[in-house]
């Protein structure tokens, strides 16, 4: 009987070990929900973030490269103001990125973000270590931001060399200063940010063939138009004043390029490898495709020219970097080059001055490479991408022609209201004696200086105005 009664007691209540099971059951089940959460939660991937922050990195040399690209590619007595337009991006667009630029083009716009981005970013206020899954779910927002900042500073940079030798630093200064809010960062939002139009139109553009190089060459355009011909030229172009500094420029911007195009992947994985294969081999293929055509038309091969085709190719894949097969990408360089080339030797007989061709380069090239990624796209290369047709052709075509419209109209205004503010163009006598004398207050070389260190003199003596005045008439 106590035995029975001992049993009926037990079967009761369950053993303890039970209980304690249910218990972690039901706790599984509540941390379930939340569980699932933290494991859809963006993660930092290093390889990402490295791939990401060096390419920062490689795209942020791009600027200097460019400022030895077009200094040597001037008359010397523009070089240092030439290369101080370039330079000078990086200071005003870098500080403009971090105050409102990049939340102007890719923060979330609300109601107007098919066209422009809003302000919860300014200051970089939201931008820290976490990742942003919208844009880049595996490296740091910071890094990502970086990284799009430095391609908002190269951009307004290329606008210069179709107004060198002739515009004031005061008045690039603050139409750079304009540019870069009420053109750059829309274009950049259209193409890039999640919400913007042509993005979600279907217009494919990897790294900036259109928000960079269509854009910046429309610009080019209108401005060198504004600001007529340089005085003084007697013939529509001139020769370099250092040839040897266009190809340290070229060769220092064909470096950044991988980080450019290969970076824009934003991981570390074999479409980022694609976009550094392309990048180089497209660039080749220009270059041979230039040399190609200077040798069978002049009999000689020149290093300005092969620095150019090879520019020329960096621009025309920069749209179809992470889209095409490297076949395709040497097509493309070829063929950009010789547009170009076609485009340069037309331009004299326009009556034109954009001074180092800016627009047969960056414009026609970048054009070229765009439309051509509805040719040779294909999502064998990139699943996020489309496959070449008549229908991707015809949105990379609105693609392009939107942009440069855009920028072609509100570029005319800015420049416009910038001539009203602070006079665009430098006196015609500072132009004959040289924009490195009046607007940077320094030359390139000193002819006083190398006479006294070839003499064996120590230190550097300030050469007085009235030599300085002489020098500069003899160039």
């Not at 991006?89 to 630029?101: K, T």
């Not at 490296?139 to 970086?146: D, E, G």
């Not at 900042?149 to 190269?154: L, R, T, Y």
Request: with cysteine.
């Amino acid at each position: 009987m106590t035995e029975i009664a001992t049993n009926t007691h037990r079967a009761g209540r369950p053993p303890r070990r039970n209980w304690s099971a249910r218990r972690l059951v039901a706790a599984v089940a509540l941390l379930a929900p939340m569980m699932a959460l933290a494991s859809d939660a963006p993660k930092i991937d290093t390889g990402d973030t490295a791939l990401v922050l060096v390419s920062a990195g490689l795209v942020m040399l791009m600027t200097p490269g460019l400022a030895f690209f077009y200094g040597g590619l001037v008359r010397a007595k523009n070089a240092v103001h030439t290369m101080n337009l370039s330079i000078v991006c990086m200071a005003i667009v870098g500080v403009l990125w971090a105050v409102v630029g990049y939340s102007l083009a890719f923060s979330p716009g609300g109601a107007i973000d098919r066209f422009l981005g809003g302000f919860s970013w300014l200051g970089l206020s939201g931008v820290g270590d976490a990742p942003e899954a919208s844009l880049a779910a595996t490296v740091p927002h910071s890094a990502f931001m970086l990284f799009q900042g430095m391609f908002a500073v190269i951009t307004p940079a290329l606008i210069s060399g179709a107004i060198v030798e002739r515009v004031r630093m005061k008045a690039f200064v603050l139409f750079v200063a304009l540019w870069s809010l009420l053109v750059y960062a829309p274009v950049a939002h259209w193409v890039w940010a999640p919400g913007g139009w042509l993005r979600n139109m279907g217009v494919l553009d990897f790294a900036g063939g259109t928000v960079v190089h269509i854009n910046a060459a429309a610009a080019a355009l209108v401005g060198a138009i504004l600001l007529g011909k340089r005085a003084g030229l007697k013939s529509p172009t001139v020769l370099p004043h250092s040839v040897p500094f266009a190809i340290l420029g070229m060769g220092l911007l064909w470096f950044g390029w991988l980080g450019f195009n290969g970076g824009s992947a934003l991981a570390a994985s074999g479409l980022a490898s694609t976009g550094f294969v392309n990048t180089f081999f497209a660039p080749a293929a220009a270059a041979a495709a230039w040399g190609l055509a200077e040798l069978v038309l002049h009999g000689k091969v020149s290093g300005v020219g092969l620095a150019s085709g090879a520019v020329a190719g960096m621009v025309a894949i920069t749209p179809a970097a992470g889209f095409v097969k490297p076949g395709s990408g040497l097509i493309i360089g070829a063929l950009a080059a010789m547009a170009s080339f076609t485009a340069i030797r037309i331009r004299p007989k326009l009556g034109l001055d954009d001074s180092l061709d800016v627009f047969a380069v960056h414009g026609v090239a970048a054009t070229l490479g765009a439309l051509l990624t509805g040719v040779f796209a294909s999502t064998a290369v990139n699943a996020a991408g489309a496959d070449g047709s008549v229908a991707l052709l015809g949105k990379q075509a609105v693609g392009v022609v939107v942009t440069m419209i855009f920028s072609g109209v509100l570029s005319f205004a800015l420049y416009k209201l910038v001539g009203a503010v602070t006079p665009l163009r430098a006196d015609e006598q500072d132009e004959w004696t040289g924009l490195d004398q009046s607007e940077a207050g320094e030359r390139a070389y000193i002819p006083g200086d190398m006479d006294a260190s070839s003499s064996g003199a120590i230190g550097h003596a300030a050469p007085s105005p009235t030599a300085s005045a002489l020098s500069l008439t003899t160039k």
